[in-house]
């Protein structure tokens, strides 16, 4: 198991979130996508996140009860990804995320970190986690399947204008 924790970060400390918000390698994953939220990149997946609107962030995280915290590597003294759940109120569930900065990936974090975010919605009361993403991210499927979540559910929408099969998962705490 890598020797990491968890942090929650000072607004100070979001200069990290808009690092990695801003590396296309890092957010491709959410690219394609028909949204329509501040600062979204539909090329690319990046999201703009300047320092003018951390304080706004963290002030809406906190007033909206939302879960977030970086993955932080103790041995390297630095932080290598962030993870978050919130309530989803049209759905009626908690969901979660996970993001390893792509100079980290494929080096052992995700599981680790998704399990500490696991640990830490059981200790805030929260039963059941969710997550949804594209049933060909294979990598992602299986860490969330070796930290417990199941598939409960396929799904469908588009991405580049192309219909795309997903998966939503879940895990019982």
Same mark, same amino acid.
């Given at each position: 198991?890598? !020797?990491?924790?968890?942090y929650i970060p000072k607004i100070e400390d979001y200069w990290y979130e808009e690092?990695?918000?801003?590396?296309? $390698?890092?957010?491709?994953?959410?690219?394609?996508?028909?949204?329509?939220?501040?600062?979204? !990149?539909?090329? #690319?997946?990046?999201?703009?996140?300047? %320092?003018?609107?951390?304080?706004? #962030?963290?002030?809406?995280?906190?007033? /909206?009860?939302?879960?977030?915290?970086?993955?932080k590597d103790n041995d390297l003294n630095e932080f290598v990804g962030y993870v978050?759940?919130?309530?989803?109120?049209?759905?009626?569930?908690?969901?979660?995320?996970?993001?390893?900065?792509?100079? !980290?990936?494929?080096?052992?974090?995700?599981? /680790?970190? $998704?399990?500490? $975010?696991?640990?830490?919605?059981?200790?805030?009361?929260?039963?059941? $986690?969710?997550?949804?993403?594209?049933?060909?991210?294979?990598? #992602?499927?299986? =860490?969330?399947?070796? =930290?417990?979540?199941?598939?409960?559910?396929?799904?469908?929408?588009?991405?580049?204008?192309?219909?795309?099969?997903? =998966?939503?998962? %879940?895990? %019982?705490?």
């Amino acid at each position: 198991m890598k !020797h990491i924790s968890l942090y929650i970060p000072k607004i100070e400390d979001y200069w990290y979130e808009e690092k990695v918000q801003s590396d296309p $390698l890092s957010m491709n994953y959410n690219a394609g996508y028909d949204v329509s939220y501040y600062g979204y !990149h539909y090329d #690319t997946g990046c999201i703009d996140f300047p %320092k003018e609107k951390w304080e706004e #962030t963290y002030n809406k995280r906190i007033s /909206d009860n939302k879960y977030f915290a970086y993955i932080k590597d103790n041995d390297l003294n630095e932080f290598v990804g962030y993870v978050n759940y919130h309530y989803n109120k049209n759905d009626k569930r908690y969901e979660c995320g996970i993001l390893i900065d792509s100079q !980290h990936r494929g080096k052992g974090y995700s599981k /680790d970190a $998704l399990k500490l $975010l696991c640990d830490e919605a059981k200790a805030n009361g929260i039963i059941e $986690l969710y997550d949804n993403f594209e049933i060909d991210r294979y990598n #992602t499927l299986s =860490v969330f399947e070796k =930290v417990g979540f199941e598939v409960v559910e396929e799904q469908a929408w588009k991405k580049f204008g192309k219909d795309v099969k997903g =998966v939503l998962v %879940k895990i %019982k705490l």
